[in-house]
């Protein structure tokens, strides 16, 4: 797999029926290594071992229901109060990041309230603060550490 815009870390593989798996410390199972998953997997990482966000605030590739459409975001980190913190989009290192990833967040986001928003497809990484009344964003240079 390519290398990515994020600190190495240590990844448990498995192959069955010539298929490569990469362990989810969050789902806790081996998820079928794509792209888009390795991206996802050294996210999940940074946001714990760099940002310093309890695994148990952290939700991975979980449905949720817009406009009567399922969707599936790809990470919540969570407030302590239930209450959603962060979304991250990830995409695959070769998709070019574009207005119409930040259109699929945003829309992700009228369900779920984030105060940040992160998209990235491993290469480059994206921050934003939401401020939901006045439906803008405001694009930052980080998302903050944990300190609850």
């Not at 390519?2 to 199972?29: A, C, G, H």
């Not at 259109?103 to 998209?119: E, F, G, H, P, S």
Request: with cysteine; glycine share 2%; net charge positive.
């Amino acid at each position: 797999m390519q290398d990515l815009n994020f600190p190495k870390f240590d990844y448990r593989f498995k192959s069955t029926e010539n298929k490569v798996s990469i362990f989810d410390i969050i789902r806790k199972k081996f998820v079928v290594l794509q792209p888009e998953e390795w991206v996802r997997q050294h996210c999940v990482h940074y946001l714990i071992s760099e940002k310093n966000y309890p695994k148990s605030l952290i939700n991975v590739e979980k449905e949720l229901t817009i406009n009567n459409l399922k969707k599936r975001y790809d990470i919540v980190i969570f407030n302590p109060d239930g209450s959603i913190f962060l979304i991250v989009e990830c995409k695959a290192p070769k998709i070019k990041i574009s207005q119409n990833t930040f259109d699929q967040i945003a829309r992700y986001n009228l369900a779920l309230n984030a105060t940040y928003l992160m998209v990235t497809n491993g290469i480059n990484h994206y921050y934003c603060q939401t401020d939901l009344e006045a439906e803008h964003y405001s694009f930052l240079k980080d998302i903050p550490d944990y300190n609850k």
